[in-house]
């Protein structure tokens, strides 16, 4: 390689470095800061209905003691576990976007009876195998969002106890929204980061044998109101295979 071409593969590198290192968080930080997408209301209401899906599902967030947020957000999810009676004692929320972060410390400051951790980390690369370990790890729209989503999975194996509960949002590809989304993407309007929506043979090897699928379900939306909402439903309705959203409840086996 001559010198000039090393030059410039240096200057790409360094590129790419920066790029990844603050422009993908910046993304999430002006979401979190002024996207309609943080609305406070809806961000409550949709944590609700998620959690009420897991509990039409079996799960009971009674009985769990440490629970982990891999891309917690604002913390919206967790203040809602939270509300419920409940034997919690630590809640570790991790995320990307350190705007996000500060919005789930004011959201959470007043537990004082609870330990609250909150980790600014990017969940593509691997945080340390002698990390906490939880009874339950939560992972709603998250996976979706990372590029090295084999790198998260490995993390919240090894932080999840044995036995323990993983709970996981994915955007399923059977979906309006999927459709709008690749339109909105090669228009260059697509504003989410990067995104992939899961399909359920890419689940299956994606879990690897890791993991006991314990339940799942294909949801048509969480209280969205558009015509794409609409149209997923009535998809739905016709096809069960289809629909915005799939919830997955698994076990550490
Ligand atoms: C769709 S939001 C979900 C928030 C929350 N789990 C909920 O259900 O309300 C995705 C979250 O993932 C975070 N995120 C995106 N990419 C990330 C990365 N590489 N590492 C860590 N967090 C990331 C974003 O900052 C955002 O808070």
Redesign the pocket.
């Known amino acids: 390689m001559s010198i000039n071409k090393k030059g410039n593969f240096l200057i790409d590198l360094v590129i790419l470095y920066v790029y990844k290192k603050f422009c993908?968080?910046s993304i999430?930080?002006n979401?979190?800061e002024k996207d309609v997408?943080s609305k406070e209301d809806d961000?409550t209401i949709?944590?609700q209905v998620?959690l009420d899906i897991f509990k039409s599902m079996g799960v009971d967030f009674g009985n769990y003691q440490s629970i982990g947020?891999?891309?917690?957000?604002?913390g919206?999810?967790v203040e809602e576990i939270l509300k419920a009676p409940n034997v919690i004692k630590e809640v570790c929320l991790?995320?990307?976007?350190q705007t996000?972060l500060q919005l789930a410390k004011e959201k959470l400051d007043y537990r004082k009876d609870i330990v609250c951790k909150f980790y600014h980390?990017?969940?593509?690369t691997p945080l340390p195998a002698d990390h906490n370990k939880f009874d339950l790890i939560?992972?709603?729209?998250?996976l979706e969002?990372?590029?090295k989503m084999d790198q998260?999975l490995d993390s919240v194996y090894n932080c999840l106890k044995s036995g323990g509960d993983l709970l996981i949002?994915w955007s399923y590809r059977n979906s309006f929204f999927y459709i709008q989304r690749k339109i909105l993407h090669l228009l260059g309007k697509w504003n989410?980061?990067?995104q992939k929506e899961v399909t359920k043979k890419f689940l299956d090897r994606f879990l690897d044998g890791k993991f006991k699928i314990v339940s799942q379900k294909i949801v048509p939306d969480i209280c969205g109101k558009g015509i794409l909402t609409s149209m997923d439903i009535i998809s739905h309705k016709l096809i069960d295979a289809t629909g915005r959203y799939m919830f997955i409840h698994l076990k550490k086996i």
């Open positions: 993908m968080y999430w930080d979401i979190w997408y961000r949709r944590s998620k947020d891999f891309g917690g957000g604002a919206y999810v991790y995320d990307g976007s996000a980390q990017d969940l593509n939560l992972c709603f729209g998250i969002h990372l590029e998260c949002v989410y980061s990067y």
